[in-house]
Each structure stands twice: as structure tokens, then as C-alpha cells.
């Protein structure tokens, strides 16, 4: 019989590498309890640690990335409307003569 993975959600993640974190359980006693591979523990815990300073961003932060991700749609948005006015010029210059 094949077994099925299991999926957990973030809050899940956060709350069991958050208790490992805290030092009251070991790994093995949180695994037990979750029923969650030490090794997945592990990683979500180191995760957590490397990934935490980006959980209290600044929204000045997070708008500038925003904006900085609208700013490249748009360029690429131009650069196709740019491309399509010159195809249609050609062809207008082709039919008129």
C-alpha cells in the first residue's frame, strides 16, 4: 500500500518550528506529537531562523518590490505595443503602394 504526503499549511510549519524553537520539547518529543519526520522539523526551524527578518518588512519595503514588479510588466507591455505599432506601420506601407 502506498502512502500518500502529506501536506501541511504555513501556519502549521510556523507553529510547530515556533515550538522548537522555544526549547521547551525536544525535536523527537515535538516530532512524536506532530507526527511530523525530525529532519522536516529541522528544516523548517533553520527556514524560519533564515527567513524571519523578511516576516517584519517594512510596507515601504514591500511596496517598493510591488512597484518595482509593475514597472517591469508595464516596460515589457510597452515594449510589445512598440513592436506591434512597427509590424502594423510596415504593413500599411505595403498595402499603400
Known amino acids: 500500500m502506498v502512502k500518500k504526503r502529506r501536506r501541511h499549511s504555513a501556519a502549521f510549519k510556523f507553529r510547530v518550528a515556533l515550538e522548537a524553537l522555544e526549547g521547551g520539547k525536544t ?49 515589457e507591455q510597452i515594449d510589445r505595443l512598440k513592436m506591434e505599432l512597427e509590424w502594423l506601420k510596415e504593413k500599411v506601407a505595403r498595402s499603400g503602394s
Not at 533564515?50 to 510588466?73: I, L, M, N, T, Y
Open 27 to 75: 525535536i523527537s518529543q515535538l516530532s512524536s506529537e506532530h507526527e511530523v519526520h525530525p529532519n522536516l522539523i529541522r528544516a523548517w526551524k533553520r527556514q524560519l531562523l533564515e527567513d524571519g527578518p523578511c516576516v517584519f518588512a517594512s510596507g515601504g519595503e514591500r511596496k517598493q518590490r510591488e512597484q518595482e514588479a509593475q514597472e517591469a510588466e508595464l516596460y
